[in-house]
Nanobody, 120 residues
Framework: VQLQASGGGLVQPGGSLRLSCAGSGSIFSINLMAWYRQAPGKQRELVAGISSSGSTNYADSVKGRFTISRDNAKNAMYLQMNSLKPEDTAVYSC???????????????WGQGTQVTVSS
């Protein structure tokens, strides 16, 4: 099972980016999915999370600017980031709590990070 994150890049302040995270392999079900980020010299922080039913939560710093969504049929998750600020610069990683079979325990999987740089 792999999670593949993509969509990062360099953008000017006020710009937008859309991150994607796709799960591949033998996945039975995905419960929670979330985006985390880690800036240089800082601890990793939760950016946004979404449940299998679509309930969402956001860090206060991104509320009103970022939107998390998912496509359960594709085992995919997205993060639309608008009105980006220099302080949003970080490596963004995706995380999923998933099961490989009906009787299997839920486990946490991480995708590789994608760099987001907000700079003029």
């Amino acid at each position: 099972v792999q999670l593949q994150a993509s969509g990062g890049g360099l953008v000017q302040p006020g710009g937008s980016l859309r991150l994607s995270c796709a799960g591949s392999g033998s996945i039975f079900s995905i419960n929670l999915m979330a985006w985390y980020r880690q800036a240089p010299g800082k601890q990793r922080e939760l950016v946004a999370g979404i449940s299998s039913s679509g309930s969402t939560n956001y860090a206060d710093s991104v509320k009103g600017r970022f939107t998390i969504s998912r496509d359960n049929a594709k085992n995919a998750m997205y993060l639309q980031m608008n009105s980006l600020k220099p302080e949003d610069t970080a490596v963004y990683s995706c995380n999923a709590i998933l099961k490989l079979a009906w009787s299997a325990p839920s486990r946490s999987y991480w995708g590789q990070g994608t760099q987001v740089t907000v700079s003029s």
